[in-house]
Every structure is written in C-alpha cells, then in structure tokens.
C-alpha cells in the first residue's frame, strides 16, 4: 500500500470548516483513499473513502486530486466533538482488509 | 448495523496471569477479523489476523505463543495475553470487514485497555 503523509496536528475553531490534507504520491491506479478518526480511548471510526471521484456522506467530503496524489477531507462544520486523530490511509482492495496506520492528524476544534 | 464489540473494556492483572479479549461482531458474520495493539502517543499496529476455521497470521514481531488467537465463530475471536508483562501494557483493538450501505469498510471494537502490574 502507497505511504501517506499528514500534518501532525491542525486546530480548527467550533462551527467553521476542517480541511485536513493527505498526500499519497505513489499512489497506483487500483487504490483507494479511506478515511479514519480515532477519538481519545477509543477505536477508531470510518469516514469517507473514495478513488478517484469525490466523495460526500453526512460525515464528511472527500477532495482527491485529479492526479489523485493528494486529498482533502473536510469536515464542513465542526464541532468540539470532532476533536481526534484523522488517518489518512491509502489502500487496494487486493492487499486484503488489514489497514496500515500511519501517524494521522491530531485535530483539536476548539470553543 | 455492523457493530462490533469487546470484553472486557478494561482490565488490570499481574504479571505472569495470562488474560483473555474477546472480540464479537453483533449484527454480521466476520470470517476475518484483525487484532491491533496502540502504545502511549502512537499509532494503531497490526498484530495478527484472525481467520475462521483457520490458524491466524501474525505480524513480524509478534510472538504467536505469547498472542493467542482463537476465532471459534463467525461472530466471535479472541486474544489471549499469556504470561502478561508490564510491557505488554497496551490499548488492544479489534475490528472485521464488513459492509454498510454498498461500500466495504473496517469496523473497530471500542478497544481494551490491558494494566500489567
């Protein structure tokens, strides 16, 4: 699975958008950009996943780059409850469904 | 749908005792269920997959006599630490494949936290 790199810790004041970037240059065609959040303590918590197009849900959107070597996930009003660490984690539904974390994003919304 | 769930939430044993996660999906069957380990401030570790009917598939690393898994069901796996040490102190979280609403995705127990005193 390609590497992926993330900002170490972002803020992000209540109310407004979150965009937290991702990018996975050595991405290949067959792979897929999934999105995870892991709130303090607990396990972590499926967002948004896409592969080339973007991609919405009630959660959150997913902006991937039309050279699909970076991506954005936007939490478009965020809440003190959005406060986590976001793993970015690309994966080919070929390697099979263990995910490889990396370090993630320690996002911190604050009041 | 797709929960999954772990017993116990926490736990606190000696060193030396050994002590048993167990890991359900509620609502779907898993014929593949994964075990990961979070030290302090890191990130989440595959330890070893678990397959049913199968024997599992550990991690480089991972000592498969010390890590025990049993997938009895489809619904059920369990981790045993044997002769806990403090050093295996850790956030231990399982998760299973599933399927919600057409796309595939991971779904993540709420995690254990083992104490080896």
């Known amino acids: 699975d390609a590497k992926t790199t993330q900002p170490t810790s972002m803020d992000c004041a209540e109310g407004r958008a979150a965009n937290l970037p991702c990018n996975h240059s050595?991405?290949?065609?067959?792979?897929?950009v999934y999105w995870y959040r892991q709130i303090h303590s607990q396990g972590p918590q499926y967002i948004i996943h896409?592969?080339?197009n973007n991609e919405t849900n009630e959660m959150a959107s997913l902006i991937i780059t039309e050279d699909r070597k970076s991506s954005t996930l936007i939490l478009p009003h965020a809440t003190l409850r959005d406060t986590a660490v976001y793993y970015c984690?690309?994966?080919?539904?070929?390697?099979?469904?263990?995910?490889?974390f990396g370090k993630g994003t320690s996002l911190l919304v604050t009041p | 749908g797709a929960v999954v769930s772990q017993h116990p939430s926490w736990v606190i044993c000696k060193s030396g005792t050994s002590v048993k996660i167990e890991c359900r999906s509620l609502?779907?069957?898993?014929?593949?269920m994964f075990w990961y380990r979070q030290f302090p401030k890191q990130s989440l570790m595959l330890m070893a997959t678990?397959?049913?009917?199968?024997?599992?598939?550990?991690e480089q690393g991972v000592e498969k006599d010390k890590f025990l898994i049993n997938h009895a069901s489809l619904t059920l796996s369990t981790l045993t630490v044997t002769s806990a040490h403090p050093e295996d102190s850790s956030f231990y979280i399982c998760?299973?494949?599933?399927?919600?609403?057409?796309?595939?995705?991971?779904?993540f127990g709420p995690g254990t936290r083992l104490t080896v005193l």
């Open positions: 998760s299973a494949p599933g399927s919600l609403a057409g796309k595939d995705e991971q779904f």
């Open positions: 050595t991405i290949s065609g067959n792979e897929y």
């Open positions: 896409g592969l080339k």
């Open positions: 984690i690309v994966r080919s539904r070929d390697s099979g469904y263990a995910l490889n």
């Open positions: 609502d779907f069957q898993a014929t593949t």
């Open positions: 678990s397959n049913e009917g199968s024997k599992a598939t550990y």
